[in-house]
């Protein structure tokens, strides 16, 4: 039985492994439509290309999802990117952004995992959040100043970040999320790469104007709900108004 264990382990640990190879091929295609195929020149392309790379994920892929994006050679990205909104479990709202080439497949595959949550995805909730630009970077000096890069770079907030609470950030070093206007985004992200920073996430985002307090028994229902959302093969991001 053990063995047995085992092997379905190892396969759920192997699909989600090629959900996470696809999502982020998809991103460096949509990255690459909307800033051009050169990471020097891309911030976002860049930053999904390094996350790619981090989760190993073959060259030649990368390549073929960036010429895809842009335009260059036979396959031409026919992606549609959409924002559902909905509740997540106890009230909190959610928005959740998918890229999909069959819409009429997704929205009701999104629609069926709002109702398996008891809730249903109807209603708008944009108004609860801030659409801006996100910027998450870190700098190898620990003692970095993320105010004063903030201002340089021409974020108008900033927010530590540390290893804990964000796996692409390392020990040691100082993390910050960046938070930008949406048309400042490429600005602060080249000033940062340009000024010893390395930036692992560059994209146009929600942040939620005030989060719900919830008990850890909710939360861990909440989280639950979210992870379903994620495991999705088309949903690209979840942005949820919880801490």
């Known amino acids: ?99 999909t080439d069959n819409n009429n497949r997704t929205a009701p595959e999104i629609r069926t995992l709002f109702r398996k949550g008891q809730l249903g995805a109807g209603g708008s909730n944009k108004f609860l959040f801030d659409h801006v630009g996100l910027v998450e970077a870190y700098h190898p000096d620990a003692a970095a100043d993320i105010e004063g890069a903030a201002i340089e770079a021409g974020a108008n907030e900033v927010e530590a970040l ?12 100082a993390g910050a999320r960046f938070i930008a206007e949406r048309t400042a985004l490429h600005t602060v992200s080249q000033w940062l790469a340009a000024n010893g920073w390395k930036v692992v996430t560059s994209e146009i985002g929600y942040i939620a104007k005030s989060f719900p307090e919830i008990s850890a028994e909710h939360r861990a229902e909440v989280g639950e709900f979210l992870q379903a959302l994620e495991d999705h093969d088309d949903v690209h991001r979840v942005w949820a108004a919880l801490k």
């Open 1 to 99: 039985m053990g063995r047995q264990w085992l092997l379905a382990k190892r396969e759920v640990a192997s699909l989600r492994k090629s959900q996470s190879s696809g999502k982020y091929l998809r991103e460096i295609s949509v990255a690459a439509k909307h800033g051009g195929a050169d990471p020097a020149n891309n911030a976002r392309l860049h930053a999904a290309i390094e996350k790619a790379k981090k989760e190993s994920v073959p060259k030649d892929n990368i390549d073929r999802a960036i010429k895809k994006g842009a335009g260059i050679g036979d396959e031409k990205l026919v992606l549609e990117q959409i924002a559902f909104e909905g509740y997540a479990p106890h009230k909190i709202p959610v928005i959740v952004e998918v890229l």
């Open 162 to 173: 540390t290893h804990e609470g964000h796996e692409d950030i390392p020990e040691g070093v």
